[in-house]
Nanobody, 126 residues
């Protein structure tokens, strides 16, 4: 089992930055687990934001150049650095983990991930 706990969500003004953390415990498996970030707003489906799969990073187009996902294997923590935040980034952000993906685009789907955190709220005001 893997337990994930997100933190770092807050209210910021447009143009600001936040760093979200996803602390993992249990049988995390280090690099053998892919860790993704998703976000969700009321009434909408959970949206893929980015994933770190081995040392490969994939981002949704709307955050490319602004968000950076990274991993600290010593701390068993994955980070999401969010810069140049926009009001449309407002959402509950979730981290998710699963054994590494070996091909295709399964990483885009929330249903592909076995473990989820409880979410952290990010609010960006204009």
């Amino acid at each position: 089992q893997v337990q994930l706990v997100e933190s770092g969500g807050a209210s910021v003004q447009a143009g600001g930055s936040l760093r979200l953390s996803c602390a993992a415990s249990g049988r995390t498996g280090g690099d053998h687990y892919a860790v993704g970030w998703f976000r969700q707003t009321p009434g909408k489906e959970r949206e893929f934001v980015c994933v770190l799969n081995w040392n490969e990073r994939y981002y949704v187009d709307s955050v490319k150049g602004r968000f950076i996902i990274s991993r600290d294997n010593v701390e068993n923590t994955v980070y999401l650095q969010m810069n140049s935040l926009k009001p449309e980034d407002t959402a509950v952000y979730y981290c998710a983990a699963t054994p590494v993906f070996t091909g295709g685009y399964d990483y885009l789907r929330a249903t592909s991930y076995h473990y989820w955190g409880q979410g952290t709220q990010v609010t960006v005001s204009s």
